[in-house]
């Protein structure tokens, strides 16, 4: 930690606030993200209120895998009333594909590593890692516990030294 880090003089408790705090920050974050891409794509396809359907699917993106799937059925529904052809049906399966993509690879990463300072590869690896050891809930939790994991380590080791 460097002394412009607000973590510095905080205590376990205080710093095990911050982490949640920024973590749902974070995830708003991603939200605002996945919608403001879902809308693009929906716009550009010409779908009808883009606007609202792209605020939906941010929205549906808190709730962890279900939510994203979900997010997509009225989407597909506005794709086909609006134009009435497969390839929308087939353009919206991309979209959602990519945002997936984005989501996995780009915005949780990048994001939740920045605002709780962990590398964003950790970020990815910690899905893995806490997937393996807690199945479903160790990804749901995995970059908390990781952000804890590592208060946890820097502490002993100030404490060590």
Known sequence: MTEHDPRTHMTFWQELWWVLKNFIQGQFL??????????????????????????????????????????FIP??????????????????????????????????????????????????VSFFFWGLILGIFGVLLAVPLTAVVQILWRRWRTQKH
């Open 30 to 71: 991603i939200a605002v993200c996945i919608g403001l891409t879902a809308f693009l794509a929906f716009w550009l396809m010409g779908i009808n209120h883009a606007f609202w359907l792209g605020l939906f699917v941010g929205l549906m993106s808190f709730i962890p895998y279900l939510g994203p799937a979900l997010g």
């Open 75 to 124: 989407p597909l529904v506005f794709a086909w009333t609006t134009h009435h052809h497969w390839g929308y049906l087939i353009g919206m399966v991309g979209v959602w594909i990519l945002i997936q993509i984005l989501e996995g690879l780009v915005f949780q990463p990048k994001i939740l590593g920045d605002k709780l300072r962990i590398h964003p590869l950790l970020v990815i």
